[in-house]
């Protein structure tokens, strides 16, 4: 997948003066905003920037315990993104494998936790920058917000608890933005960053819906005395096959703290649960999590007995196909621009999703600013995001195939690892 690159600007780029309303301080949300901020070019009038989310600030830190591969492999590019940013630097003291010598690989094991195949996490020009990272949701989108309103001038961009609950498109080609507290706001240019479940989206394209993969996920962070987060987990990251139709992906977060995630195939998309969880239903959701996984060897188990009450998810895995702008009712008319979750949403089986949305918002700002035509500057960012989105579409179906393959399917995929390994091993 190619990488936005940073042409020059237009004379009068598409966003010059013009107000743009951000709905969600999501991942792709702070990424426009800080894209936007960083390639702006000296002269034109910069646009202003309102960002409205649902959440208050503490809510959205607080809670968010899973952890994010950000990568900078060929196929993603959030690493790259957040460097551009000059945010990398901040985030890498959090992510503690990226500055240690120990900066642990991506995985995937047999149950016994050999490993099938690795890429380990290389430093890009022998440098400190590392190739991927993983990080806590929560610190990443600190940082982020940190850094849009160290960006903006005057109070803080970011409009807390103001959920927005629909849109519309004006005479003069406005869009109007309504908020849950029966407030308006009008706009030039709308940016819909609302996430999978995007509300705007359910109101412009209804029968653009999330589907189920057929994938049902447990989850939970296990906390360790200091240190103590067992191996391989305390450096590696990734899958284990060979679950007898279990899929199971573990990762470290930080010194005390490992992600575990046990999924299965279900026909129909279970009840979603979150914090707060009755503490009855906590040990029932534990123990089945610990039967589905009863073929992976120690410390699968250690680790979901060690699990934090609060952190424990039940969720269904859904995802949806990226749509072209052109396709939606009025375009032309009026500018509005879905990225991130709202366009193309993932399920956790892509590893993708974060950097698609950083993408995302570093390439549309690049458009905006070298466009000096809007109906131009989005088709030409719908020509970078689909492909990459639905390649990664792809490539989590793909994922979930192997993860929670059986018998022959099982077997041809650990063959065409020790394949892709010994071909990696001969590349050097
Ligand atoms: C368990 C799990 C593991 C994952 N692991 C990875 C990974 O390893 N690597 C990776 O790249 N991706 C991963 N992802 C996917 C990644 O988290 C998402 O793709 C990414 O967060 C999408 O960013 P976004 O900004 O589009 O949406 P979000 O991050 O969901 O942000 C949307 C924002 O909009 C706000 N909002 C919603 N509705 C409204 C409204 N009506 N008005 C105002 N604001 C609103 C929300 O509160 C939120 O702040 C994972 C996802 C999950 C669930």
Redesign the pocket.
Known sequence: MSFPSQNAAATNPVATGKKIII????????SLALSLRKQWPNGPKPPFLSI????TREA?LGREG??????GDAF?G?IQVLQRLDILERMLPFSPLALSSRRGSFNLWSTDWKSLLKFPIASDDGGSSPTGM?IA?AVLRRIMMDAVCEAESGPDPINWN????KIETLPDGKVRVYLGDGAVDDCDILIV????????RAQILPEDKLQFTGVV?I?GTSTFPDGQVPSPVDTDWGGVLGGGGTGLFVSPIDQNRALW?VSFYNETPRESLRYPIPDDQVESILQEALERGQHFDQPFQSMVRSTDPSTL?V?NAMDKQPFAHKDCPGFGNSSIIF????NH????F????????LLDGWGLAEHLIKGEAMAAAIEKYDRESIPRSAATVKQSHWSISMLHATGLKLFLYRLMLRVVGIYLRWKG
């Open positions: 709905v969600g301080a999501g991942i792709a949300g702070l409205y989310e649902r959440e959205i899973y952890s994010l591969s950000i990568r993603s959030g993983r949701r103001k959920p927005c609950s960053a609302d996430g999978a479940s995007s509300k705007i996920c989850s995630s998810m969720f990225i991130g979750d709202a949403a993932v399920s956790p892509a590893g993708n999703g974060a950097n698609m949305a």
